[in-house]
């Protein structure tokens, strides 16, 4: 399912805070963006860190090899 329809119902509760830079032009931008469009680049941002993540601790040798899957 590609992220931009993926809903974010099961994450866990937002508590933490993150602050990124980001150009003036793109800050105003954002400023005037609607409601909808600020839920739905809110979710684009946490599901793009999600994938950096997982990518980060993906281990390609767990699914290339099976010498790590000897009983």
């Known amino acids: 399912m590609p992220w931009i329809h993926y809903e974010l119902r099961?994450?866990?509760?937002l508590?933490?805070?993150y602050s990124?830079?980001?150009p003036e032009?793109?800050?105003?931008q954002v400023d005037r963006l609607s409601s909808?469009?600020?839920k739905r680049l809110n979710d684009a941002i946490l599901i793009?860190?999600?994938k950096v993540v997982a990518d980060a601790n993906f281990d390609p040798h767990?699914?290339?090899t099976s010498s790590l899957?000897?009983?």
């Open 25 to 28: 032009v793109l800050k105003i």
């Open 10 to 13: 099961d994450i866990d509760k």
């Open 20 to 22: 990124i830079r980001i």
């Open 69 to 71: 899957h000897k009983d």
């Open 36 to 38: 909808p469009w600020r």
């Open 62 to 64: 767990l699914h290339l």
């Open 48 to 50: 793009t860190m999600a």
């Open 15 to 17: 508590t933490e805070l």
